[in-house]
């Protein structure tokens, strides 16, 4: 059974740093792309990164790019967000998952989700 | 960025009623598109991808439509555990976007 265990989030100052983890079980974690996506509360879901199965391409939306850095460990099934200079706007629940691409159709899609971690950035 | 526009923002359907939601894309996705279910406090589920495939263990009331930058969901007849928020997603380019959600609920 495929399982995304998130941890780490909480309460920080905005301008501070936080750093999530995501513990994966169930599959061959080093065969996938993964990814973090988020939801403030109350509203819809927003992709924020990707990372390759090797770690060495990773991609990010504008709004996050130059202040969160995306990680993995494959020997410890594990992926990470290091998230920098937050804001406000950074509050949400963010969700580790594991990404599938359709050779059908050249796109990724997320197929397995944590259950989430909440982030709240306030003073 | 591909825009995802998704309609509508809520329903209620009866139980046994036929559901179906809108997702326009602002370009051609090609099909790229999925569907997610969201229940209350938990997180999202993959229902549909590729536009048509059914993921493994979604019930078959649940199916996928659509081309170029028109698609649609349709819920066969209306459980009441298929309340929920449900977004539509494109993965052709990035940044991966979704639609905005269709909150649906038993009348």
């Known amino acids: 059974e495929v399982q995304l265990v998130e941890s780490g989030g909480g309460l920080v100052q905005p301008g501070r740093s936080l750093k999530l983890s995501c513990a994966a079980s169930g599959f061959t974690f080093s065969n996938y792309y993964m990814a973090w996506v988020r939801q403030a509360p109350k509203k819809g879901l927003e992709w924020v990164a990707t990372i390759s199965t090797s770690g060495s391409r990773t991609y990010y939306p504008d709004s996050v790019k130059g202040r969160f850095t995306i990680s993995r460990d494959n020997a410890k099934s594990s992926l990470y967000l290091q998230m920098n200079s937050l804001k406000s706007e950074d509050t949400a629940t963010y969700y580790c998952?594991?990404?599938?691409?359709?050779?059908?159709?050249?796109?990724?899609?997320?197929?397995?989700w944590g259950q989430g971690v909440m982030v709240t950035v306030s003073s | 960025d591909i825009q995802m526009t998704q309609s509508p923002a809520s329903l209620s359907a009866s139980l046994g009623e036929t559901v179906t939601i809108q997702c326009q894309a602002s370009?051609?996705?090609?099909?790229?598109l999925a569907w997610y279910q969201q229940k209350p406090g938990k997180s999202p589920q993959l229902l549909i991808y590729g536009a048509s495939s059914l993921q493994d263990g979604v019930p078959s009331r649940f199916s996928g439509s659509g081309s170029g930058t028109q698609y649609s969901l349709k819920i066969s007849s209306m459980q009441t555990e298929d309340e929920g928020v449900y977004f539509c997603q494109q993965g052709l380019k990035y940044p991966f976007t979704f639609g905005s959600g269709t909150k649906l609920e038993i009348k």
């Open positions: 370009e051609d996705i090609y099909s790229g």
């Open positions: 998952a594991r990404l599938k691409y359709t050779t059908d159709y050249y796109s990724y899609y997320f197929d397995y």
